[in-house]
């Protein structure tokens, strides 16, 4: 057995089916190896994108997502992508191709010190010098990478270790010294945390990512009832409670829905978990919850207590940390005052609903976004760009499920979007899944387009078109006197056109109930669409300025009559 075969066979062996990724001349060899293989590749049309792919499938299945590049210029254009996982913890598997090892160091052709140039954005790096090692490599890479909090590994292979012989094929899990994670939470904690809940008259939940990862959803909502707490999320922490329910109070933060911003500073104690409030979480930190309690669960100990100041820290994974609280809280009544509390916030969650046009033309943003709630089913799966469409999405879709919103969050990726939903239709084929877009984020990756089409992959492709780079064309107007310095992306090209080109249908929608119209079919048909919606230019998202408290949100939705 050579050296890519035996990635081959490790990757196999770790349940791996699917790999995205694009060859050049230091991956010769394992493509050549790959040719035999029963393992099946998809050829995405830029490195980015397989990233971003291998992403997109690992947030919609919880496994390892596995992308692959050349040395040089393929290793560096997966550095995005990669940045995006680690930013997100995300858990892939990154492997690149290398120059031989006699010539490392020498600025070879398409030569790039991979590993140092991703060394801040990874868990762990290997470069195997010795074809030998591979199988524990590829092991021990999946483990690194899927426990603890989840990110990404890079396995940079020179060469000649691709096409060298095993002397033997051993996959032990390599030691890896330091790396302990804490899965189960202090029992002495989680009583004090109890006893901070049960006395506690005015208790928020604040749920991240983290929940998701751990697949604690279902404990979180018994948590969340049995104290009949308000559950805010993070952006990624969407999905981890039914934004359905009625202690739903969606999310918190730059973008956030008015009625958690308004009141989450009213409350005395904060349930955190899997969360590392962000900056876009928190607004200006002196200024969030100053008198209010927290209880921070994590199993990062690095993020407890790194930006907002914590009470109570528990690490360890969610799911195990709320079983346990759930099991101390066994016997918990809510007192009258949490009741009225809640009770308070859930009537203050109807009367800030924000007002919502359905009929004006151009369209308006967040209607579209109501007509795509209309055609989704539960288990239908988001995924989004960057920008205002990200945010129109986030505030004005409800996410009823965990893996069901996929998004860049840490590290704003444009161009996400549509790759990522690549990867999620190959982790989850029967689930309609429909990636929405900004005209500005598209055009960084539409040639993906030729990867849906070749490969049939029934992705369904919005494109919102104001022809503006719409966040910060929003933030020059309401923070730059309106100077909109090259924001405006002109006239072309044609994304019905530019569909078409690659053999992609596409349908341009202007007018009320086209967009449910078009997708209603889209979904029906099964196969590759895009809709090109054409949306108002001018309108904006309330939002948070830069350096402004959590409560002090600027804009509203100016209309002639409200319009829930």
């Known amino acids: 057995m050579r050296g890519g075969e035996a990635i081959i066979e490790s990757l196999k062996n770790m349940g791996v089916k699917t790999i995205f990724g694009y060859p050049g001349g230091q991956t010769i060899p394992f493509y050549d190896m790959l040719y035999d293989a029963d393992i099946d590749h998809i050829l ?7 990233a971003h792919a291998a992403d997109g499938y690992a947030r919609a299945s919880g496994k390892v997502g596995v992308c692959l590049a050349t040395s040089g210029p393929g ?13 997100d913890s995300s858990p892939i598997v990154a492997i690149t191709g290398q120059v031989p090892t006699h010539l490392i160091g020498n600025d070879a052709f398409q030569e790039a010190d991979i590993i140092g140039i991703t060394m801040p954005i990874v868990k762990y790096s290997y470069q195997p010098k010795n074809p030998d090692l591979i199988p524990s490599i590829i092991k021990s890479s999946f483990e690194i990478a899927s426990t603890g909090r989840p990110g990404p590994v890079l396995i940079d292979v020179p060469k000649e270790v691709q096409e060298g012989e095993l002397t033997e094929f051993r996959d032990s899990l390599i030691e890896t010294p330091g790396y302990n994670p804490t899965i189960k939470g202090n ?20 749920a991240g990512a983290g929940v998701i990862i751990a697949n604690a959803s279902e404990e979180l909502k018994k948590l969340a009832e049995t104290i009949n707490a308000p559950v805010m999320t993070s952006l990624l922490g969407k999905g981890a409670f039914d934004e359905t329910n ?14 958690s911003n308004d009141y989450v500073n009213e409350s005395d104690l904060i349930i955190a978990i899997g969360i590392r409030f962000s900056d876009r979480t928190t607004g200006r930190l002196d200024s969030f919850a100053p008198n209010t309690k927290v209880i921070h669960i994590d199993i990062d100990p690095a993020e407890i207590g790194k930006n907002v100041e914590v009470d109570l820290p528990i690490v360890g994974d969610a799911k195990n940390i709320l079983s346990s609280l759930n099991k101390v809280l066994k016997i918990y009544k809510p007192s009258k005052e949490v009741d009225q509390w809640t009770d308070m916030i859930k009537e203050k969650k109807q009367e800030l609903l924000p007002r919502v046009s359905y009929d004006d033309v151009p369209l308006k943003p967040q209607s579209v976004i109501k007509e795509i709630a209309e055609v989704l089913t539960a288990d239908s799966i988001l995924t989004t760009d960057v920008g205002q469409n990200q945010m129109w999405a986030a505030h004005f879709y409800d996410t009823q499920k965990p893996r069901k919103f996929i998004s860049s969050g840490g590290l704003g990726t444009m161009g996400f979007g549509f790759p990522a939903a690549i990867g999620a239709k190959i982790a989850c084929p029967e689930d309609p899944v429909v990636s929405l877009n900004g005209d500005g984020g598209f055009l960084m990756v539409c040639q993906e387009l030729a990867t849906v089409r070749e490969y ?13 780079l719409g966040m910060v064309y929003q933030w020059q107007s309401l923070l730059y006197n309106e100077r909109h310095s090259q924001t405006l992306l002109g006239n072309s090209p044609d994304f019905v056109k530019l569909a078409e080109s690659f053999g992609v249908n596409a349908v341009r929608i202007t007018k009320p109930g086209e967009t449910k119209e078009a997708l209603t079919k889209a979904i029906k048909d099964n196969e ?17 300025p830069p350096g402004a408290g959590i409560n002090e949100m600027i804009g509203e939705y100016k209309l002639e009559k409200d319009v829930i």
């Open 246 to 259: 009625d202690l739903s109070l969606g999310m918190l933060g730059m973008h956030g829905r008015k009625v």
């Open 528 to 544: 590759p669409v895009l809709l090109n919606v054409v949306i108002d230019s001018e309108e904006a998202l309330p939002m948070l």
């Open 75 to 87: 290793a560096t254009n997966l550095v995005t992508g990669i940045g995006t996982a680690y930013m």
């Open 44 to 50: 995405v049309r830029h490195e980015q994108c397989a």
């Open 456 to 468: 049939d992959l029934p992705v369904i492709a919005i494109v919102l078109e104001n022809r503006t």
């Open 187 to 206: 029992l002495r904690q989680i009583k004090k945390a109890r006893d901070l809940i049960k006395n506690a008259k005015r208790p928020m939940i604040l």
